[in-house]
């Protein structure tokens, strides 16, 4: 048992006794635990009870190292500590906190470990085990993979445990009490006789108090929350417009700027000539930074306007010419030189192929746009060797590391405030926004520096979703599918996205073949395989990564084959599942949507399936042929979590991720010429149309026994079960995105 002791510049130093993931009150994934990061920035009169929980006349605050970008982060993460620390909701206020090591994402090496070692069993353990620890070493605190719930589900609940108990064992030693004989309610201490002491007047008491650890959670019997519906903790602010953004932030003597960069991704600038932006009003100063300049002026408006006023001369991008190029580099990336992965190769393909009537298709999905709500801002001050920041974002860690380097000083001199995000979808996983305010930053020492992007220079300068390609060789027989083999090709994005922060990333990129490798069906001839085309656009992670291309490239394989062999789409999925967890997905949604057949007449239904982060999510999709084109009428979505912990959320999540994938099959697309993306706003990148939505109905499963999130697993399925309810009403086979491009929709 470890034991609180005298605290240090009013922090305890906590014992190093711990079980899994990275909380002083009770879990670390190894022996030696990172350090508290909350030690050391603490104000007079506040105590750090754990990395996770600070403590303070004010009461408790809930250190968020998760990002929120809308998904309601803080509010889930919120629920997990009170629900054992015996808050009300209320009472929690929230800090996203420092960056910290401490603070590394336990769940991201569960998907990483599985397609290293794809069957279940000790080996899938061990490398989970060795991932993770290379994670921990690394200090990856990243929000990302639908990861916040399975991270943060234990170690939350087990430090507001431990705190919870501690702070009874302080209550009962002030008092001469058996801690036995109390308990808690409303962040307060109850004593036998009735009287309530809170938490905060226990600070004084902690010290030298043993840390209570190995606290038994609470059964979900006892939750107060979760698993109840929750009106989430910002629901007031966003509701009534006061909820404040990182593009709202003003500091005191801050300057606004804007940036000029070139179109052409990785271009450089040759020259330029600012004569007549400098003539503008409020203008103070144009800078040059990587791959442009910057206008610093007295607002926003007038910054963007002056950077208009810039005249440049660009370098050209290394980028492919044309799209066509692009769509070239993928087909001739086929060869067994740039095979990448080979992890699904069940029974004989080729053998199974060679005395078949060979089906062949191929499928494409295009370049996508992140096109967040709000676009990215950063304000940064350098002065004295120091600097601080204030910016939405993700990846934390990456972000201090990249502010040092540009302005000379040690990482632990970078502080960082993350703000509320309106949106990300994978977007905030970068900061080159960050990097450019802090080029500006160090020329104008001690002058806080406010950079937000214009909608044309974020959309332009966006590293999109990777563009994608597969070819399909398939075979039927005796109204069965028999035989499936899929090759995907695709640049790498982890190799893209990771190389910007200067992290090699060795082996196979599993997001080549996320959601086609692990596809849950027991097909006999089935193989699938990755390929590396080169770096063409650079790319980063978009909102379900690999499985949102060769989820559909799996499922729209399928189709044709089912079709082909004559049997229901629906019907051979659940004859060839050999997954229950899945298996029981597929029935719930077939029974939710009444399943009778793909319909006819100007009706059509599609079914798809796809394993992503975990989640085996299963869609079914209902359209009618009209006058004015395809209507999306009804969407029924079934998927299984484990737990679902709030389910007002969960739904709206769902329901948000299949309407963000069902627009973006219909209408998105990134296209480039001569490194220049062609689409910089809405009215060339359209989402889905209020008019156009369908109504969803949601259902969560709860058969698994680990938790998994629901922020990214209902995209994937969703542009297959379109194409296949439009095939089903039309007869047109839709096997590249967007589907505008081939049928007209209402």
């Known amino acids: 048992m470890g034991r609180l002791k005298t605290y240090s510049r009013r922090a305890f130093l906590v014992g190093s006794v711990a079980v899994a993931g990275g909380v002083a009150f009770g879990i670390y994934a190894v022996r030696t635990p990172h350090e508290n990061p909350l030690d050391g920035a603490l104000a007079e009169g506040e105590v750090a009870l754990t990395p996770y929980l600070r403590l303070d006349a004010e009461g408790v605050t809930l250190i968020t190292p998760r990002a929120d970008k809308g998904q309601g982060a803080y509010h889930v993460q919120a629920a997990l500590l009170a629900e054992e620390l015996d808050l009300d909701l209320a009472q929690v206020r929230v800090d996203p906190g420092p960056p910290g090591a401490a603070y590394w994402n336990t769940a991201l090496a569960a998907e990483a470990a599985e397609f290293s070692v794809p069957s279940a069993g000790l080996m899938r353990n061990v490398a989970e085990t060795a991932v993770g620890a290379v994670m921990k070493m690394m200090g990856m605190q990243i929000t990302g993979g639908s990861t916040t719930v399975p991270d943060q589900f234990d170690k939350l609940r087990s430090a507001a445990a431990s705190a919870r108990e501690t702070l009874k064992a302080a209550a009962a030693k002030q008092e001469g009490l058996d801690a036995s004989a109390l308990r808690t309610e409303n962040g307060t201490v109850i004593l036998p006789d009735g009287r309530a002491l809170p938490y905060a007047a226990l600070i004084p008491a902690l010290a030298g108090v043993d840390v209570v650890q190995d606290v038994a959670l609470r059964p979900p019997a006892d939750w107060r929350y979760l698993g109840k519906p929750m009106q989430r903790i910002d629901m007031l602010a966003k509701s009534t417009g006061t909820q404040v953004y990182g593009i709202d932030l003003e500091i005191d003597g801050m300057v606004h700027a804007a940036v000029k960069l070139n179109p052409a991704q990785g271009g450089a600038l040759l020259g330029y000539d600012a004569t007549e932006a400098e003539k503008l009003r409020g203008v103070q100063a144009v800078l040059p930074v990587t791959g442009g300049v910057a206008v610093v002026a007295d607002n926003t408006w007038r910054a963007f306007r002056a950077a208009e006023a810039v005249v440049a001369e660009w370098g050209p991008s290394e980028m492919p010419a044309s799209m066509d190029d692009h769509w070239q580099a993928l087909a001739a990336a086929f060869t067994r030189d740039r095979q990448d992965s080979r992890q699904r190769d069940d029974g004989d393909i080729e053998t199974a192929l060679a005395g078949a009537e060979v089906i062949e298709a191929e499928y494409r999905a295009p370049y996508l746009a992140h096109a967040p709500l709000e676009p990215i801002s950063a304000i940064v001050r350098v002065e004295d060797g120091k600097a601080e920041v204030w910016t939405g974002t993700q990846v934390p860690r990456f972000v201090q590391k990249n502010v040092a380097a540009i302005a000379g000083i040690a990482p632990e001199d970078v502080t960082l405030h993350v703000q509320m995000m309106g949106g990300s979808f994978g977007h905030r996983l970068e900061d080159e926004v960050v990097k450019r305010a802090a080029e500006v930053a160090v020329q104008m020492p001690g002058v806080p520096v406010k950079l937000t992007y214009s909608r044309e220079e974020d959309m332009t300068h966006d590293f999109p979703r990777q563009i994608a390609m597969a070819r399909l060789r398939g075979a039927v027989s005796g109204g069965k599918v028999t035989a499936l083999d899929l090759d995907i090709a695709s640049p790498s994005v982890m190799v893209s996205q990771m190389g910007r922060q200067g992290i090699s990333v060795p082996g196979p990129d599993s997001q080549i073949v996320s959601g086609a490798w692990n596809a849950p069906f027991a097909i006999p001839h089935h193989r699938v395989t990755g390929y590396r085309a080169p ?98 009428e009804n969407v029924w979505v079934a998927a299984e979590v484990g737990r679902v912990l709030d389910p007002v959320n969960f739904e709206n999540l769902v329901q948000g991720g299949v309407i963000f994938a069902l627009g973006h099959a219909i209408h998105g697309e990134i296209t480039y010429e001569d490194g220049i993306a062609q689409q910089s706003n809405y009215d060339g990148y359209p989402a889905m149309r209020l008019s156009q939505a369908p109504e969803i109905a949601v259902r969560g499963l709860e058969n698994g026994d680990n938790i998994r999130g629901i922020g990214e697993p209902p995209v994937p399925p969703a542009a297959p079960a379109l194409a296949g309810a439009i095939f089903a009403a039309t007869g047109t086979r839709l096997r590249e995105m967007p589907f505008a491009k081939f049928v007209a929709f209402a």
């Open 535 to 632: 770096e063409l656009a650079p790319v980063s992670s978009w909102r379900s990564v690999g499985a949102s291309h060769a989820g559909f490239f799996h499922n729209a394989a399928l189709d044709e084959l089912i079709h082909a062999a004559g049997a229901d789409p629906l019907e051979e999925r659940l004859r060839l599942c050999n997954d229950p967890l899945a298996r029981q997905v597929l029935e719930a949604v077939a029974e939710m949507s009444d399943w009778q057949g793909v319909l006819g007449e100007g009706r059509g239904r599609g079914v798809a399936l796809t394993t992503s982060f975990g989640v085996r999510c299963a869609e079914v999709v209902e359209v009618r042929v009209t006058d004015d084109g395809i209507k999306l």
